[in-house]
């Protein structure tokens, strides 16, 4: 096995399409595995807009990450060694995982090590452009989920034809869910593809309008957007029950939307408070979900969304893509050829 390989690497916080850039001779990971861990060869790599948000900080970014940093979280591959004593797979073995992001390394990378904690085996069949979309994305949406629904609830997701609304509409539904989604008049045929039950067009109805004419049905909304609509938070007393959950994954946040978004957390409801609870969510790595979105993934129960596709050398190009918005599912990078 080679000792280098090619990465894509940002040597320093800044615009992601201006700093990266592909390096032909960068170490291949150290083989000398810890418990647990896989050296991964990575054939596909899904893109997350966490990977540019974070090293777009400047000096919070050098705080927060490794530099010189690969970006990418998301990975499918094979494994081609594994630490002894470990069960949860095997060398040739196909896999989907997440890297670290705080980390050095990242998807974009030729070769990655993953603990137990970040991969989960997936069958010989499952396509790895598949696999790769789905472990940030899937992750999010059923930690953001699954804690807080039975079978009957009723789920509102803000956003649900970009990366992870998809996600979140065919997680809720595997969970017995009754959905009703927000998405553009273009990608209403997706969504309802993906098992949504009710659509809101946000470019024909207003949002906040339509649930509250519902009344308080609601027992969790999960927000994939962050501005839009504007003061959603605020607002959910409307249409969310009184126990229910508002779940804030992600979006661009303004300073308004968040001193907003903090008067109705800390303020009573008298003096202008939200009386519901706000969870953010930041995604977790855990062994078990990886392995059931994985079943999932193969027995047809949950589907990936890919918008496009883009080879290795590529990179640049996807990223620039991904930053335009307005995207249906994931970007796919092939980083190796299929063995």
Known sequence: MAEHM?????????????????????????????????????????????????????????????????PGMDVSGTIVDIAQDSTDGKVG??????????????????????????????????????????????????????????????????????????????????????????CSTAKIELVKRLGADTIIDYRVDDVVSTLKAEGQVYDLVVDNIGDSPKDFFSKTPGFLKPEGHFIAIGGSVSMATAKNMMKGLMLPSLLGGTPRKFVPIVTKNIHEDYEQLATWLADGTVSTVIDSTFEFEQAVEAYKHLKMGSTAGKIIVHVSPRA
């Open 93 to 182: 073995d196909n896999i989907l995982g997440r890297v670290d992001p705080v980390s050095s390394s990242g998807a974009l990378s030729q070769y990655v090590v993953l603990p137990r904690d970040a991969y989960a085996v997936v069958p010989k069949n499952v396509d790895l452009d598949h696999a790769a979309g789905i472990p940030t994305a899937g992750a999010t949406e059923y930690q953001s989920i699954k804690p807080y629904v039975k079978a009957g609830s009723r789920v509102f997701i803000n956003g649900g034809s970009g990366g992870t609304g998809t996600f979140g509409i065919q997680i809720a539904k595997a969970l017995g869910c009754h959905v009703t989604t927000s």
């Open 6 to 70: 090619k990465a894509w690497q940002l040597p320093a916080p800044g615009r992601i399409e201006e700093k990266l850039k592909l390096i032909e001779n960068i170490p291949r990971p150290n083989a000398d595995l810890k418990k647990g861990e896989i050296l991964v060869r990575v054939v596909s790599a899904a893109l997350n807009p966490a990977d540019y948000k974070m090293t777009d900080m400047g000096l919070m970014s050098r705080a927060a990450i490794k530099f010189p940093k690969s």
